[in-house]
């Protein structure tokens, strides 16, 4: 098991280590986030009382569409100078690589939401501060489920022609179910409701994250081959 | 040949059917004969998750043999699972504007039908974007046992989407308990269509069994 949980890290290690050094993700996504919310602003006009409506919406459309291009990309890097054969060559276990994988997309997004909801919070002047934990628990269980879908399939696209179409196209309905439970914990959290009032939903993002991940711990071999 | 039988069995089964529906079957008293669309509407999904199960027996299978065969199921369960999901999502816009007076209506099971609908075609995008067997082979198992994995969480988000927005709907158009007619001429369209399926589903395979032979 140790073993297990040290390849596992070691993939993320490496990764943290690359983007480090480049710094591509991060900078891009965030810079990205920045832009969306313009795109936000443009597209529900100056009325203050919209955006309010629209928010839990508007953070996960965010946060989403910034997942669909960071976790597009999990496996890409591995396709240049014959990455992609370390990995197959690997010894043990190759969900290890899935998840290792998975926690760096995660952490990735983690960084991302931060400033996205801190954007938020500066553009809109929206005071998070006191629904803070239980933002914190929700985004933490959506961001599960979408990167768990995500490093899925983002390994499945990475080898094909077309795989900025085709990854959208797959991960979307996929991601139907999180994305409704979790806009709806969302407004429920922002609303200043007892966390009770979303327990459905949270089981319900629980459950789903379960399942997503057992699907991906146990296929992840069958994909990754060459 | 047995497949050709199955053939036929499917088109005595699917006139049957017709002539059960609009000669055997009573006018129904509120929609009166609109509601007839139901002995197409009914069959098509049941049709339809026949089909997603056998998705899934054939990915899994697939990956834990490495056999084409189970692959060949998969495809070939795959394709007439989307037609007939089309099928139930256009019958039941078609009923849904007489009776309840919109195409379309985000109601959980029309929502949760649409997004099994997407799901799948995305399978079938992803097939098409693969040339290597074995390798489009593993891809699809994946995307379709996760696919299948994923209706419950889908059924259960929708509903509750629903339930927690709009308590009451409109919806529920089933006479209940369904007079006897009624349930014999849907059991006759349901086995119609069933059969029709596996027709569909022996003759998939069969194609699919002559092109790998061609492609090799």
């Known amino acids: 098991m140790s073993g297990y949980v040290r390849r596992a890290w070691s993939v993320v290690w490496k990764d943290l280590l690359s983007e480090r050094r480049s710094k591509e993700s991060v900078n891009t996504l965030v810079f990205f986030s920045l832009l969306l919310l313009f795109v936000f602003q443009f597209s529900l006009g100056p009325d203050r ?14 946060f989403l569409l910034a997942g669909l291009l960071a976790f597009g990309r999990t496996f890409l890097v591995e396709r240049e100078n014959d990455c992609w054969e ?14 290792g994988k998975l926690v760096g997309n995660v952490l990735l997004m983690a960084v991302v939401e931060a400033v996205l909801v801190l954007l938020f919070a500066l553009f809109f002047s929206l005071d998070f501060t006191s629904v803070l934990p239980g933002l914190v628990l929700v985004l933490a269980l959506g961001t599960l489920g979408l990167a768990a879908v995500g490093t899925l399939f983002g390994a499945i696209t990475a080898q094909l022609r077309a795989r900025e179409l085709l990854f959208p196209v797959l991960l979307l309905p996929a991601a139907v179910p999180v994305l409704l439970a979790s806009v709806s914990a969302t407004q429920t959290v922002l609303l200043g409701e007892p966390l009770a009032q979303a327990a459905p939903w949270l089981k319900l993002l629980g459950a789903a994250d379960l399942v997503y991940l057992v699907v991906g711990v146990l296929t992840f071999e069958f994909v990754l081959e060459a | 040949m047995p497949v050709r039988a199955l053939g036929w069995l499917a088109v005595l089964g699917l006139v049957a059917g017709i002539v059960a529906a609009f000669g055997y079957a009573p006018r129904e008293v509120m929609q009166g004969n609109v509601q007839r669309i139901m002995y197409l509407h009914v069959p098509a999904v049941l049709t339809a998750y026949l089909a997603f199960a056998l998705v899934f027996i054939g990915s899994v299978g697939y990956l834990l043999t490495r056999r084409a065969g189970w692959d060949r199921l998969a495809l070939a369960a795959a394709e007439p699972g989307v037609i007939f999901t089309g099928i139930t999502i256009a019958s039941g816009s078609i009923w849904g504007k007489p009776t309840w007076g919109t195409w379309w209506t985000w109601d959980a099971r029309l929502t949760s039908t649409a997004v099994l609908f997407l799901v799948y075609v995305g399978y079938l995008l992803l097939r098409g974007m693969i040339d290597e067997p074995d390798r489009r082979a593993r891809a699809a198992a994946v995307v379709g046992i996760l696919g299948t994995a994923n209706i419950p969480i889908v059924h259960f988000s929708v509903k509750w989407w629903r339930a927690l927005h709009q308590p009451a709907t409109i919806l529920g158009p089933e006479p209940s308990p369904i007079a006897a007619p009624i349930a014999l001429t849907l059991f006759v369209n349901w086995l119609a269509f069933t059969l029709l399926f596996l027709y569909l589903l022996a003759k998939r395979t069969e194609i699919a069994r002559l092109e790998e032979r061609h492609a090799e």
């Open chain 1, 86 to 99: 370390g990995l197959i060559l690997a010894p043990g276990d190759k969900s290890a690589i899935y998840l």
């Open chain 1, 49 to 62: 009382a919209r955006v309010e409506t629209a928010l839990p919406g508007l953070l996960w459309l965010g």
